[in-house]
């Protein structure tokens, strides 16, 4: 007799090491949350913890973009020097669209400086290699920047242009990224316990590196747009229903949208890429998905709307890829038999 899915469940969460993990599965509305862990329970209950992301706060970031392009504010192809402030120096090429930005294709780096990164892991600090940059500085780098490829030609993975696509959001709507993505993406999905920063509760988990050592809360700084997100299990399955039932939400275009495939270039053997999320076929139809890490924090999430489920795996601890929540997670989502 097969296991059923929440002893798949249980299982794959038993299987991470980690001080606090949690998995969470939602079929057809019907939710089943299990949690392990090798540190004590927290006084708060692991459930009900609030863990950072990574950067699938990239996903809710597109999310956003979307629904400003189907109510008429921005265009997928808008330059993003058009969005931001006019620099006092030399201006990044008109070439760049937001649409670049947001599907890793505008030619940019990870990161501004790598010496930065080098320097941060070097100096033993326990942050993040981001907290130096201002959202000034990560602009002035922007416009500074000048590519070895044209916009559009070629996939390359970037924090550092995901946070300038959030900062020329919230610009062009006079407001922050933080407030801009609240009033457009958090309330009306009614993700009631995710935010942008630690909150004063005590309710926000501990990460820790992979060899076990507990880390500080993430300091984001400029970069906040592209990883900054932190949610409880219960607000990440309150998001991805939403993907698998949009029509029930005011957000319904958007979340139509983000789901259609995105034509970039990518690398060889890579799973095709929709506006926000990375796509996998499976036996019972595409897999929506995207991981994220932080020092402390690792996490999944993925959806398949053909049999509207959606699965959620959160760890505190950074992994390798000996202890890969990732993996864990999408091969438990890409093989539990649920075909309607």
């Known amino acids: 007799m097969n296991p059923t899915p929440a002893r798949q469940l249980q299982d794959a969460a038993d299987s991470v090491r980690a001080p606090d993990v949690v998995f969470g599965l939602t079929h057809h509305g019907d939710r089943t949350i299990v949690t ?35 109510d008429g504010h921005l265009r997928y192809d808008t330059p993003v020097t058009a969005c931001l402030p006019t620099p006092t120096g030399p201006s990044a090429p008109e070439t760049i669209s937001l649409v670049h930005l947001c599907t890793h294709t505008a030619g940019l780096p990870g990161m501004p400086d790598l010496r930065g990164v080098v320097g941060f892991y070097l100096s033993g600090r326990t942050t993040s290699p981001y907290a130096d940059y201002s959202r000034q500085r990560l602009l002035d780098a922007f416009h500074q920047h000048r590519g070895r490829h044209a916009p559009g030609h070629r996939w390359r993975y970037s924090n550092f242009g995901a946070a300038v696509l959030g900062h020329a959001l919230a610009h062009t709507a006079g407001t922050c990224y933080e407030d801009l993505l609240s009033e457009r993406v958090l309330r009306p999905l009614g993700l009631r316990h995710t935010r942008t920063a630690p909150g004063q509760d005590g309710a926000d988990a501990v990460g820790h590196r992979d060899a076990g050592t507990p880390v500080d809360h993430i300091e984001l700084n400029g970069f906040a747009p592209a990883g900054a997100v932190r949610a409880t299990p219960d607000d990440l399955l309150t998001y991805l229903e939403a993907h698998l039932c949009p029509d029930t939400t005011p957000l319904d275009a958007a979340l139509h949208a983000v789901r259609a495939t995105h034509t970039a270039p990518r690398p060889r053997r890579a799973p095709d890429r929709t506006l926000t999320w990375f796509c996998h076929e499976s036996r019972h139809g595409p897999i929506y998905f995207h991981g994220g890490a932080t020092l402390g924090h690792h996490v999944y999430l993925g959806y398949r709307p053909a049999t509207h489920t959606a699965l959620i795996g959160l760890a505190t601890r950074r992994h390798t890829l000996r202890h890969n929540l990732v993996d864990t997670a999408h091969q438990l989502l890409a093989g539990l038999d649920q075909s309607g």
């Open 36 to 70: 392990s862990g090798t540190a004590e329970e927290p006084a708060a209950g692991r459930e009900n913890l609030r863990y950072e992301i990574g950067s699938v706060s990239k996903t809710f970031m597109g999310l956003l973009l979307a629904g400003l392009v189907h």
